[in-house]
């Protein structure tokens, strides 16, 4: 069964403190993985997709990395503004529909 | 590009009511989907629609919920005979070419 679990759940970094959250994975044949953003009750906003094992996105103080079995969002020096929930998902390459299958998050919290 | 709308955004009920949300998706995009959200969960998939053609929809969703989306175009989400445990965030995400699905604020119903 595909299936994503990210750790940890809950994060607390002071302004500045750089850290990893992480994703890992089983699927029957992977698509792409996403990450996406959600702020308490509001969509999740899309952050990146990567595609195969090796590749890196980055945006402003984020970074995504991903290998065959996980997946990485890596903050630098991140600021009060990037406390959020941060999720991912997956699509298996089976099948035309393109569900995404997705974790629990983690929830950010910046301290200024 | 305005991005995809959903409407209401909140929405009260009794237990047994009906109620009908709307999802306006993105113009161009074909692929519409359905997913709903409890708190300190990741979203669930309900169902997906390519244009006009309901695809997939998952076997956790009763013959309670229907979902429609003439024309290709915008889409509706009815819930028959509401019951507590349907509440929750109703999200929508649309796609067009690429793996990518971005999503609207989403619609928050609470069953009382």
């Known amino acids: 069964e595909d299936q994503v679990t990210q750790s940890p759940e809950a994060l607390r970094l002071q302004e500045g403190e750089s850290s990893s959250l992480n994703c890992s994975y089983t699927v029957s044949g992977l698509r792409g993985l996403f990450w996406y953003r959600q702020d308490p009750g509001k969509g999740p906003e899309f952050l990146f997709t990567l595609y195969s ?60 | 590009d305005t991005g995809v709308s959903q409407n209401p955004r909140h929405k009260i009920t009794k237990r047994g009511q009906n109620v009908t949300f709307r999802c306006d998706p993105i113009s161009e ?41 003439p024309k290709g175009s915008f889409s509706t989400l009815e819930i028959q005979r509401t019951e507590q445990g349907d509440s929750a965030m109703y999200l929508c995400a649309s796609g067009g070419t690429t ?4 999503f609207g604020p989403g619609t928050r119903l609470t069953v009382l």
């Open chain 1, 53 to 112: 094992a090796g590749e890196e996105k980055e945006k402003e103080r984020l970074k995504a990395t991903l290998t065959k079995k996980e997946s990485f969002l890596h903050i630098t020096a991140p600021k009060p503004e990037d406390s959020a929930t941060y999720l991912c998902a997956v699509q298996a390459r089976a099948g035309n529909n393109r569900k995404l299958i997705w974790g629990l998050g983690t929830s950010l919290a910046v301290n200024p």
């Open chain 2, 29 to 69: 995009h074909n692929r519409l989907y359905w997913y709903r959200q409890t708190l300190g969960q990741g979203p669930e998939f309900l169902t997906y629609f390519q244009n006009e053609a309901q695809l997939e929809k998952s076997r956790l969703l009763s013959d309670r919920f229907s979902a429609e989306r």
């Open chain 2, 99 to 102: 793996d990518t699905q971005y």
